[in-house]
């Protein structure tokens, strides 16, 4: 197996088409495709599925991606401290994560204390969720900061868990102080998430609205905007209690009886099973480590408020939790 059989394989995951990737390698296309089937013999697996348009890798293919990813780049680096190179060059932890998590969690974990002392840095992509996962499959981040994703709590993949909270129905105050609107007693407006929104189908598993008087009046795939919306004094919206801590603590958002209308999540780190590049094993051992002494990320903001929550399990009080289907 030849080094640059695995660079190829790497331009060509990225690109998706033989004759791009023969390109942006400077090599005819004939002997580019000469390459990555040597690349294949040498693995054994079929790696690239070339009836699709544009092409795609098969799931051998995205399995190796990540390792084929992690050899190049040890090996860079490698050959730049050898050669006495600028240890400045950027070689960062690549992190993906959805704009519900982004800030403050993501942020969070990896600023000191909770980031393990490294000087290759961060590069962090926000996107949905199924963009996410897809990204960590095909080898393009070294971690998922997200809910629980069934897909990504099975080989090939590993996850620690980091914490979990609570989505909590809330809105702007009104002149009492409490929550402007209260949907178990009259219809209010509505801000809830588009259809294919991942937290839309958490909480659409859980039945949340059954027993309220919700009427839609915006609609979003972006929990900030729901946020936004809901300090503008809009209409209630279901926020992650971590997304809104500051203003649930300020009271410029006021949680609708979150005794009884929660629903908990858990957030974790994904990873492939697959070594990683030395500062991103590092890290994730740091975070073991942590893990292990009893820290985490996030808890519910009922254990820091002193609301309380109810203990029954019932659609019209109480939401239990379970993973929905990622």
């Avoid at 961060?122 to 080898?139: K, Q």
């Avoid at 059954?210 to 919206?237: D, W």
């Avoid at 820091?304 to 939790?321: H, L, M, P």
């Amino acid at each position: 197996m030849e080094t640059k059989w695995l660079q190829d394989f790497l331009v060509l995951a990225e690109v998706r088409h033989f004759s791009r990737a023969a390109a942006l390698r400077h090599i005819t296309q004939p002997a580019f495709g000469r390459h990555i089937q040597a690349l294949e013999q040498a693995v054994g697996q079929q790696l690239v599925d070339r009836s699709t348009t544009p092409i795609s890798l098969t799931a051998a293919g995205r399995q190796f991606h990540s390792l084929a990813r992690s050899l190049v780049m040890q090996l860079e680096q490698g050959l730049d401290a050898l050669n006495g190179a600028d240890p400045a060059l950027f070689h960062p932890i690549r992190i993906a994560s959805p704009h519900a998590l982004a800030s403050p969690l993501l942020l969070d974990l990896i600023s000191p204390p909770d980031a393990a002392p490294s000087g290759d840095g961060f590069a962090v992509d926000i996107m949905r969720v199924d963009e996410a996962e897809a990204a960590l499959t095909e080898g393009r981040c070294d971690f998922v900061l997200a809910f629980d994703v069934l897909a990504l709590l099975k080989p090939p993949y590993r996850s620690l868990l980091l914490g979990g909270g609570d989505f909590l129905l809330v809105s702007a105050p009104g002149a009492d102080g409490q929550a402007a609107f209260n949907p178990r007693e009259e219809q209010v407006p509505y801000l809830r998430y588009s259809a294919d929104a991942y937290s839309a189908r958490l909480l659409h598993r859980h039945n949340v609205d059954a027993a309220l008087s919700l009427r839609p009046v915006f609609e979003t795939s972006m929990c900030q905007l729901l946020a936004e919306m809901a300090l503008r004094g809009e209409g209630v919206a279901w926020l992650p209690d971590a997304l809104i801590r500051p203003q649930l603590a300020a009271g410029t958002l006021c949680p609708v009886a979150p005794e009884c209308l929660h629903v908990p999540y858990q957030v974790r780190l994904y990873r492939q099973q697959g070594r990683l590049a030395a500062a991103a094993e590092t890290f994730w051992q740091h975070l073991e480590t942590r893990l292990a002494g009893g820290w985490r990320l996030l808890a519910p903001w009922h254990e820091s408020s002193g609301e309380g929550v109810c203990q029954v399990v019932d659609k019209n009080t109480a939401f239990g939790w379970q993973p929905p289907v990622g």
